[in-house]
């Protein structure tokens, strides 16, 4: 399973940026998509969560800025980033829980990362 994250890139702040990442690879059902971001020095943090029902979950930081949604036909999870500043520049990577068949029947589970993608707000 690979997770493909796009859309980063440079901001004034009060900007926008929409970052995109398609999953792809052995899937049987995907359940919650996340986008995380890291900062150097820190741990990495929740940004949103959604799970494959629709019910989201936001850090404080971003609550009102930044919408998260996906499309679970094209395994595709967005993340639309409004009202930008300087603090939200970080690596911001995707997560998904997975749900493979590797056999009629045998499932496996397991989560996984994307490569990360930068975003960069400057003031």
């Known amino acids: 399973v690979q997770l493909q994250a796009s859309g980063g890139g440079l901001v004034q702040a009060g900007g926008s940026l929409r970052l995109s990442c398609a999953a792809s690879?052995?899937?049987?059902?995907?359940?919650?998509m996340a986008w995380y971001r890291q900062v150097p020095g820190k741990e990495r943090e929740l940004v949103a969560r959604?799970?494959?029902?629709?019910?989201?979950t936001y850090s404080d930081s971003v609550k009102g800025r930044f919408t998260i949604s996906r499309d679970n036909a094209r395994k595709t999870v967005d993340l639309q980033m409004n009202s930008l500043v300087p603090e939200d520049t970080a690596v911001y990577y995707c997560?998904?829980?997975?749900?493979?068949?590797?056999?009629?029947?045998?499932?496996?589970?397991?989560?996984?990362w994307g490569q990360g993608t930068l975003v960069t707000v400057s003031s």
């Open positions: 959604m799970t494959r029902s629709g019910t989201t």
């Open positions: 997560n998904a829980d997975v749900t493979s068949q590797e056999s009629p029947w045998k499932f496996t589970s397991n989560n996984y």
């Open positions: 690879g052995s899937i049987f059902i995907i359940d919650a």
